[in-house]
């Protein structure tokens, strides 16, 4: 009878393992036959301008010109204002990284080679991971100093001060953004696919 019963499980356990691979099967295909359609129905948008693109090249040469800025840390519970200082640029995420955080392993399964991360223009490798940053807080004498902060930090590209808890702007920005024409609600001139 034990045999009887230990034969019977082994061969839904077989029954089992062959249903549930061609089930699996069954439902990537029609994925990705769902995609196809969707492929063919609603194409992807094509564009001869990102103002996005364009936005973040800005940004980009703006913080590597060093601009006067002006960060404000709050209470991540309460969002009270704890501290703020001039400041240099933009914070830094503290686990931004100067090397690359990925290896390059070779996978004897896997043909070929496996995909590194690349730096970003600014040639570091950016945060994905946390909210404790670096300040660069500029003194009354004009020296700067690393402040790190793991509370939240916003950096504004102008003067502000505290006016009864709350930030009120306090001056001329020192990074101002060239908005293109094509990005203001114009749709651009259409493209032929690629």
């Known amino acids: 009878m034990k045999k009887a019963i230990a034969i019977l499980a082994a061969v839904a356990a077989i029954a089992a393992c062959s249903v549930s691979p061609n089930t699996e099967r069954e439902d990537t295909q029609r994925v990705q036959d769902q995609q196809a359609h969707y492929a063919k129905v609603q194409p992807i948008p094509y564009f001869d301008f990102s103002m996005d693109r364009d936005t973040l090249i800005q940004i980009y040469k703006a913080k590597n010109e060093a601009r006067q800025t002006h960060s404000v840390v709050t209470s991540q519970g309460t969002g009270a204002v704890l501290w703020e200082c001039p400041s240099i640029g933009f914070p830094i ?102």
Request: include cysteine; aromatic fraction near 6%; charged fraction near 20%.
């Open 93 to 194: 995420p503290v686990d931004t990284q100067l090397t690359n955080p990925v290896q390059m392993i070779r996978d004897p399964w896997v043909s070929g080679s496996q995909v590194v991360e690349q730096p970003e223009p600014n040639g570091l490798f950016s945060s994905k991971n946390t909210d404790a940053t670096y300040v660069q807080c500029v003194a009354p004498d004009g020296t700067v100093s690393p402040v790190y902060t793991e509370q939240k930090v916003t950096t504004f590209p102008f003067p502000v001060k505290i006016v009864d808890g709350q930030i009120v702007r306090d001056g001329e920005a020192s990074i101002t953004l060239d908005i293109k024409s094509g990005s203001e609600g114009v749709a651009p001139a259409a493209s032929p696919a690629p």
